[in-house]
């Protein structure tokens, strides 16, 4: 009875909907998007279009920051002043790292699982920008948040530039655990992690 009652589960298991889009509920998905960000450990705060600057400035007063790394476009609206901001035009490897931080863009966000998407595209630059800096400080467009994973890939293979193009998947700031499951972070990217959601 016990074995055909485990069948029974797993067929009416294997049965259930798989989502690829969510409900459509903006607000909703935003929302969960912020607080999916914030269980990782990420600051998460809101702005509009034209606060861009004025947030980015208050953030980087708070951490301290006075040197960022940004991608060769980043607009210069969202730029503030009393820091130095140095476009990565191919610099070395060293010098990003010596970096207070980076400052960017981000292609998705996925509420389901507070992951922010970099491809590569506008306002994102380099993978390497993203990943040796010790803080990263991202914009992301609420317009680009999407609800689950499957939506997320369906919408990257459309802007998809070469066959190999590497994506960087970010859920809170880099961490990992030891052999005795201590949690160690910034072993392969940032340890601090900001995010405004442009509303």
């Known amino acids: 009875m016990q074995q055909g009652s485990r069948g029974a589960h797993h067929e009416a298991h294997t049965d259930a909907p798989y989502h690829v889009n969510d409900d459509g509920n903006v607000a909703a998905r935003i929302e969960l998007f912020a607080h999916r960000v914030a269980e990782y450990k990420a600051w998460v705060g809101h702005c509009t279009a034209a606060g861009i600057a004025q947030a980015v400035a208050e953030r980087l007063v708070i951490r301290g920051k006075k040197r960022m790394v940004i991608p060769s476009d980043l607009p210069d609206s969202w730029l503030s002043p009393g820091v130095e901001y140095i476009r990565d035009s ?20 996925i509420a389901q699982t507070g992951t922010i998407v970099l491809d590569g595209g506008r306002f994102q630059g380099r993978r390497m920008i993203s990943l040796l800096p010790d803080y990263h400080l991202c914009i992301i467009r609420a317009q680009d948040i999407v609800g689950v994973v499957p939506e997320a890939f369906a919408q990257l293979a459309t802007t998809r530039q070469t066959p190999i193009q590497p994506y960087t998947f970010i859920s809170g700031p880099s961490a990992t655990s030891d052999i005795e499951l201590n949690r160690v972070e910034g072993v392969h990217g940032p340890r601090t992690l900001d995010v405004f959601i442009v509303d």
Do not use: E
């Open 90 to 109: 191919q610099l070395d490897r060293t010098v990003i790292a010596g970096m207070d931080g980076v400052l960017s863009g981000a292609a998705l966000g």
